[in-house]
């Protein structure tokens, strides 16, 4: 049974994969993209994001725009750090067309509530950058925690150190207040964080077989992840790769048993030293039911066979359905 995913990216190169991942896979009914700021603004991710589904050939997918800055702030602007891994563009400053079509009117929060009530539970929703677009939703209307399938997130750190600081991981860190507020609503989700992510590294041999098939996609698709890969080469030297962070978000929606779990009631500091830490819920310790599953391992030779396999596909055109 096909399971229908919304995709909330602040399209940048790893999500860029991640929209071809869930292209290559036929179990997935791939209907949208809600478009958030992390990687780079939203403009510029909704740009991203139309460009890419349609270079690879699927301009039926819906794109929208989302809120564009954190709950508590005024306004955003691209770190320094988010333009050297993944460029000025977001996609490794490869240049592709702009898409022949644009932006669906109206608001990605309001377009997520409709999205719940016309699928219900069998929507998967798979936020890959900060939570700010569900934690709307969720404000505006409560009631869409219990009646969503699931919430697959990339985001977070629970066993291993963050990559902003000690404690805190970057889609978590551009609005700890909307993930605790997601983390807390008691929505169905699961946290692949960079306890997994990390794992699961991508090289320059893996990007040759996309280069190799001399497509306008497989050179896009290795191009823009050399970039990335380069760029790990420079900030995390010792992993030997780039790590497939929203890939695997978007694998383990399709596939939970790809990874481990422990069941947890989960939140976010919000004030002192450790904003920013995900951490369980102190007041719910010994809780029963709860609704959260932390990942804390993965089948990395299944999933990258599975990434390659599905990728490829797509960067040689071929139908997956």
């Known amino acids: 049974m096909a399971r229908t995913l919304i995709l909330d990216l602040d399209t940048g190169i790893d999500d860029s994969l991640a929209i071809a991942y869930a292209i290559g896979s036929p179990e997935a009914n791939f209907v949208a993209i809600t478009g958030t700021y992390g990687n780079v603004d939203v403009d510029q991710g909704v740009r991203n994001s139309l460009a890419v589904t349609e270079l690879l ?92 399938g699931r919430v697959v997130l990339m985001g977070g750190a629970l066993t291993v150190p963050g990559n902003v600081n000690a404690w805190t991981e970057a889609n978590i860190g551009q609005d700890p207040d909307a993930a605790n507020e997601v983390f807390r609503s008691g929505i169905p989700l699961t946290m692949i964080g960079l306890d997994v992510t990390l794992q699961t590294l991508l090289t320059y041999e893996h990007t040759r077989v996309w280069r190799d098939l001399d497509t306008a996609a497989g050179r896009f698709l290795a191009d823009m992840t050399d970039y990335y890969i380069r760029a790990y080469e420079t900030t995390s030297p010792h992993l030997g790769g780039c790590g497939l962070h929203d890939p695997l978000a978007v694998a383990v929606a399709l596939d939970p048993s790809l990874v481990t779990t422990l069941p947890l009631h989960m939140s976010v500091d919000v004030t002192g030293p450790t904003r920013g830490r995900t951490i369980g819920n102190p007041e719910k310790i010994g809780a029963p039911h709860p609704t959260c599953e932390v990942a804390v391992g993965v089948d990395v030779e299944r999933f990258l066979d599975m990434f390659m396999t599905r990728i490829s596909a797509v960067a040689a055109g071929e139908k997956t359905a």
């Not at 800055?69 to 333009?83: C, K, N, P, T, Y």
């Not at 022949?100 to 219900?120: K, N, S």
């Open 57 to 148: 050939g699927r301009d039926d997918i819906d794109v929208v725009a989302g809120v564009p800055h954190a709950l508590e702030r005024d306004g955003f602007d691209v770190l320094e750090i988010s333009q050297f891994i993944h460029g000025r563009n977001g996609i490794g400053d490869v240049e592709i067309p702009d898409a022949t079509r644009g932006a669906c009117a109206g608001d990605g929060v309001d377009y997520l509530i409709a999205a719940v009530e016309r699928f219900g539970h069998d929507l998967v929703y798979v936020p890959t950058g900060p939570l700010t677009t569900l934690a709307e939703a969720l404000r505006r209307k409560p009631e869409i925690a219990g009646s969503i």
